[in-house]
């Protein structure tokens, strides 16, 4: 399998993080049949859940109770890495749901949240690497 380095998952996620922030931005300023304060929480919503999907997931395997003794490393790891699975799984069904919900009905606008599968993509993928390189 073709491993991509903590740096390059670092590198992309600034990317993502900048095409994230310009996304709601633009949502911001385009979607006007709603009230400014309904876009800003929108903007808002947009960048803490890209965050924190990536932040929550990269973090898990910094987690020292897993530890303990031999059986919570095997367990623990061994859970861990199906929860990164899962969570890399998820992220390709959000980005599909997204563009097909989009298209489907027609209000492209749907697609200014689209960075957040990426985020749950990288963050899950971090996690996944952590853990091989354990």
């Given at each position: 399998m073709l491993t991509i380095s903590q740096s390059y998952i670092k590198k992309y996620y600034k990317i993502f993080g900048y095409v994230n922030l310009i996304f709601s931005i633009l949502l911001v300023i385009f979607l006007t049949d709603i009230d400014l304060k309904e876009r800003f929480f929108a903007l808002i919503g947009i960048n803490v859940g890209f965050h924190m999907l990536y932040?929550?997931?990269?973090?898990?395997?910094?987690?020292?109770?897993?530890?303990?003794?031999?059986?919570?490393k095997i367990v623990g790891t061994a859970m861990l890495k199906l929860f990164a699975v899962f969570g890399i799984i998820c992220s390709?069904?959000?980005?599909?749901?997204?563009?097909?919900?989009?298209?489907?009905?027609?209000?492209?606008?749907?697609?200014?949240?689209?960075?957040?599968?990426?985020?749950?993509?990288?963050?899950?993928?971090?996690?996944?690497?952590?853990?091989?390189?354990?």
């Open positions: 932040w929550f997931f990269s973090t898990l395997s910094k987690d020292s109770t897993r530890m303990l003794n031999s059986f919570n390709f069904i959000l980005i599909y749901v997204f563009i097909e919900k989009a298209v489907s009905e027609k209000e492209l606008v749907g697609l200014f949240g689209i960075c957040l599968p990426f985020g749950l993509f990288l963050g899950a993928y971090k996690l996944w690497t952590d853990l091989k390189n354990e």
